[in-house]
């Protein structure tokens, strides 16, 4: 029995291929360059996301270092797509995808497409999600593109003649183009739960989230302040308390993640285990 996460991904290609789907997001588990999932050799196209300190005792302690893994998933004569990257992790993609000869291009700002007079709609809360929309639009693109190529071409596959990444040190900017409503409609209803989710019960509300890395906490943080301060000022005059729970696994420093959650001014917290215990008593009743 392989690793839990290869037999899902084994699995998964097996689902994926019996029920015969147009399309497959494959999303990485950790890194890229050795990535079980780093085993299809041409990909329509590849994109990378923000990138964060994550896996650092596999990956590295840096977000270079963590950069060089993620451009892994780069292969020759595809398309790849990424977004503003901090530290000098932006360069250290455009080195790789030259070295792989895979053309770069970065997103551009989600305002600069023509969005036909109608207002930017995200299903999802949060800033960082305005750039994660541009990647997924130009991900979307560039698979309709291929698709639309592809079939007049009678299903023979290729390649979308982008030239590889210069070695220049600016990063060719990602074509603009017009927002459909289809576009438009599947960045409004977009759901992921966890992400930036925003639960109402009586006498409750629940801001909840997966940030797991330093940089991912402090978009947590912002998002969290924006929603809850809107919310105090509708509430009024009525007394509010601020209850964090909090969870962390794996090898993450919780006092690093634990840091900028300081400035949400709670009144409490919980923090939840990652070990379920099962007690049995004297009667032998769970």
């Known amino acids: 029995m392989p690793a839990y996460f290869k037999f899902l991904t084994i699995m998964a290609f097996h689902v994926f291929q019996q029920e015969k789907v147009d399309v497959a997001l494959i999303e990485v588990g950790i890194g890229g360059q050795n990535d079980c999932t780093n085993v299809i050799r041409t990909p329509v196209v590849c994109g990378v996301t923000s990138l964060g300190l994550d896996h650092m005792s596999i990956l590295g302690d840096t977000v270079e270092k963590i950069a060089w893994q993620k451009a892994g998933i780069f292969k020759p004569s595809c398309p790849a797509v990424t977004v503003p990257q901090p530290g000098d992790s932006l360069r250290v993609l455009m080195d790789r995808a030259g070295e792989i000869g895979s053309p770069l291009q970065l997103a551009p700002d989600l305002d600069k497409y023509n969005w036909c007079g109608k207002p930017i709609e995200l299903g999802i809360a949060g800033e960082i999600q305005?750039?994660?929309?541009?990647?997924?639009?130009?991900?979307?693109?560039?698979?309709?593109?291929?698709?639309?190529?592809?079939?007049?071409?009678?299903?023979?596959?290729?390649?979308?003649?982008?030239?590889?990444?210069?070695?220049?040190?600016?990063?060719?900017?990602?074509?603009?183009?017009?927002?459909?409503?289809?576009?438009?409609?599947?960045?409004?209803?977009?759901?992921?739960?966890?992400?930036?989710?925003?639960?109402?019960?009586?006498?409750?509300?629940?801001?909840?989230?997966?940030?797991h890395t330093p940089r991912s906490i402090e978009q947590c943080v912002s998002w969290f302040l924006q929603c809850a301060n809107k919310e105090r000022e509708h509430i009024g005059s009525q007394e509010v308390a601020r209850v964090l729970l909090f969870n962390s696994t794996g090898e993450r420093k919780s006092e690093t993640l634990l840091q900028p959650l300081m400035s949400c001014g709670f009144d409490a917290a919980a923090f939840c285990p990652n070990v379920a215990l099962l007690s049995v008593d004297c009667a032998g009743k769970n």
């Open 130 to 211: 305005y750039r994660n929309a541009t990647l997924a639009l130009q991900l979307c693109r560039t698979w309709m593109e291929n698709h639309t190529r592809k079939t007049r071409l009678n299903g023979v596959h290729t390649s979308n003649q982008l030239k590889p990444t210069p070695t220049s040190s600016e990063i060719p900017l990602a074509p603009l183009f017009d927002i459909t409503p289809l576009y438009a409609k599947g960045l409004k209803q977009c759901q992921w739960l966890g992400r930036n989710q925003t639960v109402y019960r009586e006498g409750i509300t629940f801001y909840i989230d997966g940030a």
